[in-house]
Protein backbone atom coordinates (compact mmCIF):
# COMPACT_ATOMS: atom_id res chain seq x y z
CA UNK A 1 0.00 0.00 0.00
CA UNK A 2 1.58 3.25 -0.80
CA UNK A 3 1.21 6.50 0.67
CA UNK A 4 1.86 9.98 -0.25
CA UNK A 5 1.35 13.09 1.79
CA UNK A 6 1.62 16.42 0.93
CA UNK A 7 2.92 19.06 1.01
CA UNK A 8 6.68 17.47 1.59
CA UNK A 9 7.38 20.82 3.15
CA UNK A 10 5.85 23.87 4.88
CA UNK A 11 6.50 26.88 6.41
CA UNK A 12 4.09 28.63 9.54
CA UNK A 13 4.33 30.37 12.02
CA UNK A 14 4.21 29.83 15.82
CA UNK A 15 0.37 30.61 16.55
CA UNK A 16 -0.99 29.01 12.68
CA UNK A 17 -3.10 25.86 12.44
CA UNK A 18 -1.58 23.55 10.21
CA UNK A 19 -2.92 20.60 7.49
CA UNK A 20 -1.13 17.46 6.94
CA UNK A 21 -2.76 15.40 4.31
CA UNK A 22 -1.47 11.80 3.82
CA UNK A 23 -3.58 9.49 0.91
CA UNK A 24 -3.44 5.77 1.06
CA UNK A 25 -3.39 3.57 -2.59
CA UNK A 26 -6.27 1.81 -1.10
CA UNK A 27 -8.48 1.33 1.50
CA UNK A 28 -6.64 1.19 4.98
CA UNK A 29 -9.82 1.56 7.07
CA UNK A 30 -8.95 3.52 10.04
CA UNK A 31 -5.44 2.14 10.21
CA UNK A 32 -3.39 5.30 9.93
CA UNK A 33 -1.28 6.38 12.67
CA UNK A 34 0.43 9.73 12.70
CA UNK A 35 4.54 10.01 13.64
CA UNK A 36 6.66 13.03 14.83
CA UNK A 37 10.13 12.92 14.15
CA UNK A 38 12.97 15.21 15.05
CA UNK A 39 16.49 14.84 13.65
CA UNK A 40 18.74 12.77 15.79
CA UNK A 41 15.88 11.25 18.34
CA UNK A 42 13.38 8.67 18.43
CA UNK A 43 10.11 9.57 16.30
CA UNK A 44 6.73 9.82 18.65
CA UNK A 45 3.75 8.51 18.09
CA UNK A 46 0.80 11.66 18.10
CA UNK A 47 -2.36 9.53 16.80
CA UNK A 48 -3.37 6.02 16.18
CA UNK A 49 -6.42 4.85 14.21
CA UNK A 50 -6.81 7.98 11.98
CA UNK A 51 -8.07 9.87 15.70
CA UNK A 52 -7.02 8.68 18.53
CA UNK A 53 -4.59 10.99 20.78
CA UNK A 54 -1.81 8.95 22.37
CA UNK A 55 -1.47 9.43 26.23
CA UNK A 56 0.87 12.59 26.55
CA UNK A 57 0.15 14.15 23.23
CA UNK A 58 -1.23 17.80 23.62
CA UNK A 59 -5.13 18.36 22.66
CA UNK A 60 -4.20 20.58 19.75
CA UNK A 61 -2.50 17.96 18.01
CA UNK A 62 -5.80 16.04 16.52
CA UNK A 63 -6.27 13.83 12.96
CA UNK A 64 -9.52 12.78 11.01
CA UNK A 65 -10.42 10.88 7.80
CA UNK A 66 -10.98 7.28 6.91
CA UNK A 67 -10.49 4.58 3.89
CA UNK A 68 -7.80 6.46 1.81
CA UNK A 69 -7.81 10.15 2.80
CA UNK A 70 -6.63 11.39 6.37
CA UNK A 71 -5.40 14.99 7.67
CA UNK A 72 -2.95 15.33 10.36
CA UNK A 73 -3.62 19.27 11.73
CA UNK A 74 -1.83 21.12 14.73
CA UNK A 75 -3.82 23.90 15.85
CA UNK A 76 -2.06 26.59 17.48
CA UNK A 77 1.60 25.92 16.06
CA UNK A 78 4.41 26.05 19.55
CA UNK A 79 8.21 25.98 18.72
CA UNK A 80 8.32 22.14 19.76
CA UNK A 81 6.48 21.23 17.00
CA UNK A 82 9.01 21.91 14.44
CA UNK A 83 9.89 18.79 12.91
CA UNK A 84 8.92 15.78 10.34
CA UNK A 85 5.87 14.15 10.18
CA UNK A 86 4.89 10.82 8.93
CA UNK A 87 1.82 8.68 8.47
CA UNK A 88 1.56 5.10 8.31
CA UNK A 89 -0.79 2.43 7.62
CA UNK A 90 -0.98 -0.57 9.56
CA UNK A 91 -3.99 -2.10 8.08
CA UNK A 92 -1.18 -4.72 6.50
CA UNK A 93 2.32 -5.96 5.99
CA UNK A 94 4.60 -4.75 4.52
CA UNK A 95 3.65 -1.45 6.83
CA UNK A 96 4.62 1.73 4.65
CA UNK A 97 4.97 5.26 5.70
CA UNK A 98 4.65 8.54 3.86
CA UNK A 99 7.34 10.08 2.11
CA UNK A 100 6.89 12.75 5.74
CA UNK A 101 6.15 16.81 5.55
CA UNK A 102 8.75 19.03 7.30
CA UNK A 103 7.36 21.85 9.04
CA UNK A 104 9.51 24.36 9.21
CA UNK A 105 9.63 27.75 10.50
CA UNK B 1 9.76 3.50 31.82
CA UNK B 2 9.81 1.79 28.45
CA UNK B 3 13.60 1.49 27.23
CA UNK B 4 14.73 0.24 23.69
CA UNK B 5 18.68 0.09 23.12
CA UNK B 6 19.98 -0.83 19.92
CA UNK B 7 23.30 -1.80 19.12
CA UNK B 8 25.27 -2.98 16.95
CA UNK B 9 25.47 -0.60 14.08
CA UNK B 10 29.20 -0.11 12.35
CA UNK B 11 30.61 0.35 9.50
CA UNK B 12 30.88 -2.94 7.19
CA UNK B 13 31.62 -3.52 3.20
CA UNK B 14 29.48 -4.79 0.80
CA UNK B 15 28.39 -7.99 0.73
CA UNK B 16 29.05 -8.73 4.13
CA UNK B 17 26.74 -9.68 7.04
CA UNK B 18 26.12 -7.96 10.49
CA UNK B 19 23.59 -8.85 12.76
CA UNK B 20 21.53 -5.64 14.78
CA UNK B 21 20.39 -6.36 18.77
CA UNK B 22 17.38 -4.58 20.80
CA UNK B 23 17.55 -4.89 24.32
CA UNK B 24 14.13 -4.08 25.85
CA UNK B 25 12.74 -3.37 29.06
CA UNK B 26 10.30 -1.51 31.22
CA UNK B 27 7.34 -3.73 29.80
CA UNK B 28 6.53 -7.62 29.26
CA UNK B 29 8.80 -7.99 26.44
CA UNK B 30 6.71 -11.39 25.44
CA UNK B 31 3.34 -9.95 25.51
CA UNK B 32 3.63 -7.26 22.06
CA UNK B 33 5.01 -7.73 18.78
CA UNK B 34 8.45 -5.99 17.68
CA UNK B 35 9.87 -4.16 14.39
CA UNK B 36 12.93 -2.92 12.64
CA UNK B 37 12.23 0.82 10.73
CA UNK B 38 15.44 2.83 9.23
CA UNK B 39 15.64 5.97 7.56
CA UNK B 40 18.27 6.77 5.04
CA UNK B 41 20.52 9.68 5.35
CA UNK B 42 18.16 12.34 3.73
CA UNK B 43 15.39 9.93 3.29
CA UNK B 44 12.13 9.62 4.76
CA UNK B 45 11.08 6.20 7.57
CA UNK B 46 11.03 2.76 6.19
CA UNK B 47 9.35 -0.23 7.56
CA UNK B 48 12.60 -3.25 7.84
CA UNK B 49 10.65 -6.11 9.35
CA UNK B 50 8.38 -6.94 12.01
CA UNK B 51 7.44 -9.92 14.26
CA UNK B 52 4.97 -11.11 16.03
CA UNK B 53 5.14 -11.53 20.43
CA UNK B 54 5.47 -15.11 19.54
CA UNK B 55 7.85 -15.25 16.34
CA UNK B 56 5.20 -16.94 14.77
CA UNK B 57 4.28 -13.94 12.13
CA UNK B 58 7.46 -12.58 10.91
CA UNK B 59 7.33 -10.27 7.75
CA UNK B 60 9.61 -8.12 5.39
CA UNK B 61 9.87 -4.99 3.32
CA UNK B 62 10.61 -5.87 -0.14
CA UNK B 63 13.86 -4.04 -0.47
CA UNK B 64 15.15 -6.54 2.09
CA UNK B 65 13.18 -10.14 1.58
CA UNK B 66 15.55 -12.65 1.66
CA UNK B 67 18.55 -10.99 2.70
CA UNK B 68 17.58 -9.90 6.10
CA UNK B 69 16.08 -12.25 9.22
CA UNK B 70 14.64 -10.69 12.19
CA UNK B 71 14.28 -12.98 15.62
CA UNK B 72 13.13 -12.58 19.06
CA UNK B 73 14.71 -14.19 22.53
CA UNK B 74 12.37 -14.00 25.27
CA UNK B 75 14.74 -15.36 27.55
CA UNK B 76 17.02 -12.16 26.85
CA UNK B 77 14.19 -9.65 26.39
CA UNK B 78 15.98 -8.74 22.73
CA UNK B 79 15.11 -8.25 19.48
CA UNK B 80 17.58 -8.99 16.46
CA UNK B 81 18.22 -8.16 12.64
CA UNK B 82 20.29 -10.26 11.16
CA UNK B 83 21.12 -8.45 7.96
CA UNK B 84 23.41 -11.00 5.18
CA UNK B 85 24.35 -9.66 1.58
CA UNK B 86 24.69 -5.82 2.89
CA UNK B 87 24.14 -3.11 -0.27
CA UNK B 88 25.29 0.43 0.00
CA UNK B 89 21.51 1.52 0.03
CA UNK B 90 20.97 -0.13 3.38
CA UNK B 91 23.42 1.90 4.74
CA UNK B 92 20.92 3.96 7.77
CA UNK B 93 20.26 4.85 11.27
CA UNK B 94 18.36 1.45 12.43
CA UNK B 95 15.23 1.85 15.13
CA UNK B 96 13.59 -1.00 17.29
CA UNK B 97 10.59 -0.18 17.96
CA UNK B 98 7.46 -1.77 20.05
CA UNK B 99 4.10 -2.33 18.50
CA UNK B 100 1.15 -1.44 21.24
CA UNK B 101 -0.51 -5.13 19.87
CA UNK B 102 0.87 -9.21 19.43
CA UNK B 103 0.84 -8.92 15.84
CA UNK B 104 2.30 -6.22 13.73
CA UNK B 105 -0.95 -4.65 12.22
CA UNK B 106 -1.25 -2.54 15.19
CA UNK B 107 0.53 0.52 15.91
CA UNK B 108 4.11 1.45 16.35
CA UNK B 109 4.08 3.39 19.85
CA UNK B 110 7.54 3.32 21.10
CA UNK B 111 11.12 3.65 19.57
CA UNK B 112 14.45 3.59 20.43
CA UNK B 113 16.90 5.93 19.44
CA UNK B 114 18.59 3.98 16.84
CA UNK B 115 22.64 2.06 15.75
CA UNK B 116 23.96 3.56 12.85
CA UNK B 117 24.86 0.90 10.05
CA UNK B 118 27.09 2.51 7.40
CA UNK B 119 27.95 0.17 3.97
CA UNK B 120 30.90 1.36 1.76
CA UNK B 121 34.09 -0.28 0.58
Known amino acids: IQMTQSPSSLSASVGDTVTITCRASQTVTYYLNWYQHKQGKAPNLLIYATSSLQFGVPSRFSGSGSDTDFTLTISGLQPEDFATYYC?????????FGGGTKVEI | EVQLVESGGTLVEPGRSLRLSCAAS????????MHWVRQSPGKGLEWVSG????????DYGDSVKGRFIISRDSAKNSLYLQMNSLRVEDTALYFCAKDRAKVTTSWIDFWGQGTRVTVSS
Open chain 2, 51 to 58: ISWNGDSI
Open chain 2, 26 to 33: GFNFDDYA
Open chain 1, 88 to 96: QQSYRTPLT
